[in-house]
């Protein structure tokens, strides 16, 4: 039997914390391909799983010693000890670490398998989308920048945990944790293994959080031992290796192709976006056309859609979807456009001006979230707005509350007429509060 058709085992860490709708969608739909997916975590992790739905079946319960707890000061689970976990079930098929937000666009568990009938090990990078329902066959959109999943034969994991053995870092490699991808990859190399672009494993955008690069250091040596990567700056060896990650994927480019052609399968909408959502999408690119560029009109009208069926518009989700620039400069316009896709999100479904109020309620903490954005970003006034707009939208969206003196701040430190447009539009769907603006 070809390694493509054997049954795969995989493992990731849900984290019950942190965008877990999201984490759970990934992992249901790795179950209902045939996958046989494992949640890595600690006692009170797997508690919390096991009340959002999940089975004791479904989780691979460690201990505290196994996890970071002691250097990074939370119980994420150590890489290593999660592979020798699956290195000692049974079986004889493939086995994978996947990162917790990869939904499997895949036609079955051949998706994975199928690299190991070319290499001994394989690394993936994802393929970033706004929706995972507007991925369309040819999109293309990898993320280079890191490694999210990993596949070994049970040949080629038992070579690399016995190299792991070696790493000074490895048992500082933990979900979560920045640069325990690189050493992974790195490791595979070391056993003739290979990177590529999955083409099928799909990542919705959302704001990204940069770990501490002082953290990379430590992978270090293990990185010139492993890949030859000699520089002793962290930024500079990362920026080397991301060049390796491309080198390969590019290499591996005709294969990526075929793994698309044979396998990719993105999931149908649940609610089909009508006229009303794909007008809305095309009015934010008309305000904001370099949105564009980054976001397509289907996914803007997919997440309307979803916005009109549920009767509401979830701010944290627009903003997933809408704020992929990691610059404070750019991403404070595509903050307002979040905020501007709720309130012509609410028009869909509910015609008319939102209400809007600007008394606080007592005992409400506006005051102090403020003065601590203030004293945190004080020497970066791009950061500060970025922040305060989360604050304002926020209220807004959430609450029904509009703040003037937040919105003339806003209005005041725009650097363009584009900030200036998008600030007037969602001025435009407020009622029932006289703006001093």
Known sequence: MARSEAVVTAVTSL??????????????????????ILTVNVDDEADRLINLGLTDADILRLPVEDTGQAIHGKPVPQIIATLRRLQDRPGTGPVAVVNSDLFPAMRSPAGLGHWLDHFPAMALTREECGAAETVRFGDRSPYRGGLDAFVFSRESLAQVLERADACTS????????????????ALILSINGGFADSGLLLHEAHPTTYGN??????????MRRLAGVESKNPTEAAAIFQRVIGWECD???????????????????????DAGAMALADRLLRLCPVQGWVTRRGAIAHLAAEAQGARACDLARARELFEVNPDPH????QRLLAILFCLECRGLFAPGSVPARTQYPEGNLHGAAIRHLREVH???????RLEIASVFGGELIEHGIFNP??????????????ERLLLREILSHV?????AA
């Open 15 to 36: 984290n019950p914390f942190s965008r877990i709708e999201a984490q759970l969608r990934c992992f249901q739909a790795w179950k209902a391909l045939g996958v046989q």
């Open 170 to 185: 490895a048992g500082r490699m933990c979900f979560g944790i920045i640069g325990w991808d690189y050493v992974m990859g």
């Open 213 to 222: 690069m002082d953290e990379f250091a430590q992978y270090l040596p293990d």
């Open 251 to 273: 290499r591996a480019a005709p294969e990526t192709a075929r793994a698309q052609l044979m396998f990719l399968n993105p999931p149908r909408p649940a609610v089909l976006p």
């Open 330 to 333: 750019h991403r404070f316009c």
């Open 378 to 384: 004080e020497g970066d006034l791009r950061v500060l």
């Open 405 to 418: 003196r937040i919105f003339n701040y806003l209005a005041q430190g725009c650097e363009c007429d584009n």
């Open 431 to 435: 009622q029932g509060v006289r703006h």
